[in-house]
């Protein structure tokens, strides 16, 4: 039984011979992260070896589109993240884009997505959440919650709502630290759990728990290792009959204290029926490390055996459901059709003009600076983003200077300047609202160019940067292809 609770992560882009063993053995769930990820046909290829050993076998990904992507790492999302979703306040594209992924994921053999995030981002400062929301408003975060999993689940793969019981009133990340949520039962009633309780009733398949420690329910254990908001509050009070899993056991918030057997064991204990690892630590070692401590935890009397059994059985479930999907054909579009994913993110584009001689599209091809911040874990490095790329193609002769925070030197800032001399200046930031460096740089640029066109690929927090400020809210790659289309005329403004 403590292996069918057990989701870990692997190396390489085919089965690893511990992992065929293992799903031949017993192991019910994998997790797929950017390096097992070459191309939609190698994921297939891999899918398929996998259910070779394993029929059932559930296999996982983290595809949230828009920043947080797997399948599309390399090049970038062809689809906005929840954010810009939420600009646009289209539930039905939003179910379009969620049924398109799920079309994705289920050709490539994958039946079970860690998304949406269902977080109300009601902190304009939290590190990791942020443009992952579908926004700060608990009523608009809980509508399109329920219109991407009606989406994604129409393919038949299972959704899963994070970061229970709501990450988004943070400004610490789980990854490094253990976040505070401050808010009382009432105002976690009112806010942060009101997607959750949409997403059950909407029969998301299911939930993820946050590596947050909520004193308003359990003032000692952070959620995924408290019985009182995993059985208590998420079971009994909200009535999720579906599958428990936890978010990277390896994050620091939970792994730190306990260790990862540990933390495993008292996940499962709590009330948690699955544990995800791998992104850190993927090999045999770390998954018989975790079996053991579950069962040692059974043998020792504090992970009572018909808990652990319980989660089996709701897992198992699962896999059973996931084995029993079939792709229904695809509905054929018009000739001409833009993609949903495009079509949001131009829908999500906004456009303040502060000079009355600002004029779209731009004059000649410009010198685009890119201010590009160090991403969270969620976000896999080097994932592209930006308009300078898309820019070139449309405007050739467009060039480009990236700067990062040890790079975004006065001198560094007067080079991109003297490149932009006699040509338009575009100068893109992301969160420029968390990072003074960004602030700092993009005011000495304002400086020499007030006729600056300043591109937002953040959370926005003001406009009035730029002699035009274009917020696209959202750092795809499909968002800066929008945001070029715009700057260069194919879109009007």
Same mark, same amino acid.
Request: charged fraction near 20%; charge should be negative; proline fraction near 6%.
């Given at each position: 039984?403590?292996?069918?609770?057990?989701?870990?992560?692997?190396?390489?882009?085919?089965?690893?011979?511990?992992?065929?063993?293992?799903? /031949?053995?017993?192991?019910?769930?994998?997790?797929?992260? %950017?390096?097992?990820?070459?191309?939609?046909?190698?994921?297939?290829?891999?899918?398929?070896?996998?259910?070779?050993?394993?029929?059932?076998?559930?296999?996982?990904?983290?595809?949230?589109?828009?920043?947080?992507?797997?399948?599309?790492?390399?090049?970038?999302?062809?689809?906005?993240?929840?954010?810009?979703?939420?600009?646009?306040?289209?539930?039905?594209?939003?179910?379009?884009?969620?049924?398109?992924?799920?079309?994705?994921?289920?050709?490539?053999?994958?039946?079970?997505?860690?998304?949406?995030?269902?977080?109300?981002?009601?902190?304009?400062?939290?590190?990791?959440?942020?443009?992952?929301?579908?926004?700060?408003?608990?009523?608009?975060?809980?509508? *399109?919650?329920?219109?991407?999993?009606?989406?994604?689940?129409?393919?038949?793969?299972?959704?899963?709502?994070? +970061?229970?019981?709501?990450?988004?009133?943070?400004?610490?990340?789980?990854?490094?630290?253990?976040?505070?949520?401050? /808010?009382? /039962?009432?105002?976690?009633?009112?806010?942060?759990?009101?997607?959750?309780?949409?997403?059950?009733?909407?029969?998301?398949?299911?939930?993820?728990?946050?590596?947050?420690?909520?004193?308003?329910?359990?003032?000692?254990?952070?959620?995924?290792?408290?019985?009182?908001?995993?059985?208590?509050?998420?079971?009994?009070?909200?009535?999720?009959?579906?599958?428990?899993?936890?978010?990277?056991?390896?994050?620091?918030? @939970?792994?730190?204290?306990?260790?990862?057997?540990?933390?495993?064991?008292?996940?499962?204990?709590?009330?948690?029926?699955?544990?995800?690892?791998?992104?850190?630590?993927?090999?045999?070692?770390?998954?018989?490390?975790?079996?053991?401590?579950?069962?040692?935890?059974?043998?020792?009397?504090?992970?009572?055996?018909?808990?652990?059994?319980?989660?089996?059985?709701?897992?198992?479930?699962?896999?059973?459901?996931?084995?029993?999907? +079939?792709?229904?054909?695809? @509905?054929?579009?018009?000739?001409?059709?833009?993609?949903?994913?495009?079509?949001?993110?131009?829908?999500?584009?906004?456009?303040?003009?502060?000079?009355?001689?600002?004029?779209?599209?731009?004059?000649?091809?410009? *010198?685009?600076?890119?201010?590009?911040?160090?991403?969270?874990?969620?976000?896999?490095?080097?994932?592209?983003?930006?308009?300078?790329?898309?820019?070139?193609?449309?405007?050739?002769?467009?060039?480009?200077?990236?700067?990062?925070? %040890?790079?975004?030197?006065?001198?560094?800032?007067?080079?991109?300047?003297? %490149?932009?001399?006699?040509?338009?200046?575009?100068?893109?930031?992301?969160?420029? *609202?968390? *990072?003074?460096?960004?602030?700092?740089?993009? /005011?000495?640029?304002?400086?020499?160019?007030?006729?600056?066109?300043?591109?937002?690929?953040?959370?926005?927090?003001?406009?009035?940067?730029?002699?035009?400020? @274009?917020?696209?809210?959202?750092?795809?790659?499909?968002?800066?292809?929008?945001?070029?289309?715009?700057?260069?005329?194919?879109?009007?403004?």
């Amino acid at each position: 039984m403590a292996d069918t609770v057990i989701f870990p992560g692997f190396e390489g882009q085919a089965p690893p011979d511990w992992l065929r063993r293992r799903l /031949a053995g017993g192991l019910t769930g994998v997790v797929l992260f %950017s390096r097992n990820i070459a191309s939609p046909s190698q994921v297939a290829e891999l899918t398929a070896a996998l259910r070779a050993e394993n029929p059932c076998a559930l296999v996982g990904i983290d595809e949230e589109s828009g920043e947080v992507t797997r399948l599309e790492a390399a090049t970038g999302s062809t689809r906005p993240g929840n954010f810009a979703l939420g600009v646009v306040d289209d539930t039905e594209l939003t179910e379009e884009i969620g049924r398109g992924l799920g079309r994705d994921l289920a050709r490539a053999g994958v039946n079970l997505n860690f998304a949406p995030s269902a977080d109300v981002n009601s902190n304009p400062d939290n590190p990791v959440i942020g443009l992952r929301s579908f926004g700060a408003d608990p009523e608009l975060v809980a509508r *399109h919650t329920v219109a991407w999993i009606k989406g994604l689940q129409s393919a038949h793969v299972a959704a899963c709502a994070k +970061h229970f019981p709501g990450h988004g009133d943070t400004s610490v990340d789980s990854h490094h630290g253990l976040p505070l949520i401050a /808010a009382t /039962a009432e105002e976690l009633h009112e806010v942060a759990l009101r997607p959750f309780r949409a997403a059950i009733e909407a029969g998301v398949r299911l939930v993820m728990t946050g590596h947050l420690l909520v004193p308003a329910y359990d003032a000692e254990m952070p959620a995924t290792l408290s019985a009182r908001i995993l059985h208590d509050l998420l079971r009994v009070e909200m009535g999720f009959e579906g599958v428990i899993i936890t978010d990277g056991i390896e994050m620091a918030a @939970v792994s730190g204290p306990h260790g990862l057997g540990g933390a495993s064991a008292r996940a499962i204990a709590a009330g948690a029926d699955a544990v995800c690892v791998g992104g850190e630590h993927a090999d045999e070692r770390t998954a018989v490390m975790i079996r053991d401590a579950i069962v040692d935890a059974v043998i020792e009397g504090w992970l009572p055996e018909e808990r652990l059994a319980d989660a089996a059985r709701r897992v198992e479930a699962l896999a059973v459901w996931g084995a029993s999907g +079939h792709l229904s054909p695809a @509905v054929p579009g018009h000739p001409g059709d833009v993609p949903a994913g495009l079509a949001a993110a131009r829908r999500a584009l906004q456009v303040t003009r502060r000079s009355a001689d600002a004029v779209l599209p731009l004059s000649a091809p410009p *010198h685009v600076v890119e201010l590009a911040p160090e991403m969270n874990l969620a976000i896999d490095k080097g994932t592209p983003w930006g308009v300078g790329e898309p820019l070139g193609k449309l405007l050739p002769g467009t060039t480009v200077t990236r700067l990062g925070a %040890s790079t975004a030197t006065g001198g560094a800032v007067e080079a991109a300047l003297a %490149s932009a001399a006699g040509r338009p200046l575009v100068t893109v930031v992301r969160d420029a *609202h968390r *990072h003074p460096w960004q602030a700092d740089a993009l /005011a000495h640029l304002l400086s020499a160019r007030p006729d600056t066109v300043v591109v937002e690929m953040g959370l926005p927090g003001r406009s009035d940067f730029g002699a035009v400020h @274009v917020a696209t809210h959202g750092a795809a790659r499909v968002c800066g292809q929008a945001a070029a289309e715009l700057l260069a005329g194919d879109l009007s403004a």
